[in-house]
């Protein structure tokens, strides 16, 4: 209906883009379409690439769409296409580019800005049409910082103000400032009941729910809204006294410990062949037996780090040394992109794993059935979807048993269990001594697993230590556009009524607590 927000939630390889394709009319020849779909009224045996239906789309992997080389252009195209009068069309392209934080940008090459810079382009382009009844909408808040995020989110609100209809969906649950209307599980191709959002925002908070990270706090949060009782023996509940160490599921996962430093750089400073300046005296180090986090707001320079890291780019001065590897020579280096096909040499599957040729069959066999990869082994890379493609290229940096592992948003496309995998495979490689970097707007994944993080802002180091150190620095929080961690969020609705903090190795059974709270406060609502 106009105005809806309708959110598919669902892991990967649910069918989440293939719906976004038939929702726009776009499947490809080659697929069997059976059934009946109507797009605005009009079934999609009508629709032609002449007669197509008033539908925009925002596509997971955004720069894959792109027809030009900077922000300015991308908009300005999509204005063309529209035959908008030349007069009208830069002064609407540099409005939608400042909408989305992209002002300073516009004639910038795209592809020396960052992933979710990348995305905010498509977010403009979207945003610059007035010709569309509906949104569809892939992994829409993909690599955004919290600044972005809230950007966006009230950019789509006022879409739906003025009318239009959006599907959107994600592999995560949609940010609290979207507020849409109805929330759908997509798996294995069938979607579920349909529920209100707080119903369906209290049913991914329940025990047992497939959906990665469900939002505890704000859970709780819908039940005193709706005058359910807000457990005060749940906010009540003190584990640092009676919580015996080493028994709580926190305790049992917890991160590697660092050990010697594995990269350390000082005033590093580092500049595009354009002028743009990216790192401005940047310091920090990452240890080895540990997982390593950089951290900060789209554009910092935390893809830019990772690169002089791997020396495929080089300092135009400063000083990056490694040490700790036990070698005289440099140490072994592997590295997952933000987008995996990037890292991509072979024609299989299997192929990708084995290109070094140093992996044996039999551990080649042992990582892509860990990574349940073993149906498409003989398939080609390129033609797997996103998801697989993330699965592939960490499997593959995985297998090479790196010195130093760098990963660039690790956890995007990848659903609950695959993160979980995610973790422990890291934790392995850690606690074999590697140093593990990972560069990330996951504040869950970063405050669960990293031990040491680095937050960097406008090129430099703004802060670095324990995810604690961070995330509970409200200042930096906000200025470096960081997303309150899930468990921070709700420590902290704990703590407004009781002041003692909860130890850390507490907090496992606090979070269980909270899940079981939540479910007897909704029964019988499920996904």
Not at 176 to 187: E, K, N, R
Not at 314 to 326: A, D
Not at 470 to 487: F, H, K, N, R, S
Request: glycine share 6%; hydrophobic share 40%; with cysteine.
């Amino acid at each position: 209906r106009p105005s809806d927000a309708v959110h598919v939630v669902g892991p990967a390889g649910s069918g989440k883009t293939t719906l976004c394709d038939l929702a726009c009319g776009t499947c490809s020849p080659l697929t069997e379409v059976t059934g009946r779909i109507e797009i605005l009224g009009r079934p999609h045996t009508r629709l032609t690439p002449e007669n197509p239906p008033p539908v925009a789309r925002l596509f997971e992997d955004a720069p894959a769409s792109f027809c030009t080389l900077t922000p300015f252009e991308e908009v300005s195209f999509a204005l063309e296409n529209l035959a908008r009068p030349v007069a009208d069309i830069s002064s609407r392209t540099s409005e939608c580019l400042r909408e989305v934080g992209l002002a300073d940008f516009e004639h910038r090459p795209y592809v020396q800005l960052s992933g979710g810079q990348q995305h905010l382009i498509a977010w403009a382009a979207l945003l610059a049409r007035d010709d569309v009844s509906l949104l569809v909408l892939d992994e829409p808040f993909r690599s955004l910082d919290a600044t972005s995020r809230n950007r966006v989110s009230h950019l789509l609100r006022r879409k739906r103000g003025e009318g239009i209809a959006a599907l959107a969906t994600e592999a995560r649950w949609p940010p609290a400032a979207v507020d849409p209307t109805v929330i759908c599980l997509l798996s294995r191709g069938c979607l579920s009941n349909r529920l209100a959002a707080d119903d369906a925002l209290l049913a991914a908070a329940a025990p047992g729910s497939s959906l990665p990270f469900p939002p505890l706090a704000d859970a709780l949060k819908v039940l005193a809204k709706h005058g359910r009782e807000l457990s005060s023996q749940l906010l009540a509940i003190d584990l640092a006294r009676s919580s015996p160490p080493g028994n709580s599921p926190s305790s049992m996962h917890a991160p590697p410990t660092p050990s010697e430093v594995a990269v350390r750089l000082v005033g590093v400073h580092f500049a595009y062949s354009t002028g743009a300046s990216v790192l401005k005296g940047l310091s920090c180090q990452f240890f080895r037996g540990c997982i390593n986090a950089i951290v900060g707001p789209n554009g910092a320079g935390k893809s830019t780090l990772a690169k002089l890291i791997l020396h495929l780019v080089r300092p135009q001065s400063g000083q990056i040394t490694f040490g700790g590897t036990g070698r005289v020579c440099q140490p072994r280096l592997a590295y997952v992109p933000q987008n995996p096909a990037h890292s991509f040499l072979s024609e299989t599957v299997e192929g990708e794993v084995r290109i070094d040729g140093l992996s044996s069959e039999t551990a080649a066999h042992e990582v892509l059935h860990e990574w349940d990869l073993e149906q498409v082994r003989h398939a080609n890379p390129f033609h797997l979807s996103l998801a697989f493609q993330r699965r592939l290229a960490v499997a593959a940096a995985l297998v090479q048993k790196p010195d130093i592992l760098v990963l660039d948003e690790p956890t995007q496309n990848l659903d609950g269990p695959e993160i979980e995998l995610l973790r422990r495979c890291l934790y392995s490689r850690a606690s074999d001594g590697a140093c593990v970097i990972v560069i990330s707007h996951d504040s869950d994944f970063v405050w669960e697993s990293a031990s040491h993080v680095v937050a960097i802002t406008q090129g430099v180091t703004r802060k670095e230590g324990e995810p604690d150190s961070i995330y509970t620095d409200e200042q930096l929080v906000a200025e470096a556009g960081l997303i309150e961690p899930v468990e921070l969020n709700l420590l902290r609705l704990r703590e407004r009524a009781f002041t003692r903090p909860l130890t850390r190795s507490a907090r496992g059974e606090f979070f269980r607590l909270a899940r079981e709270t939540i479910a007897r406060q909704t029964p019988g609502v499920s996904l």
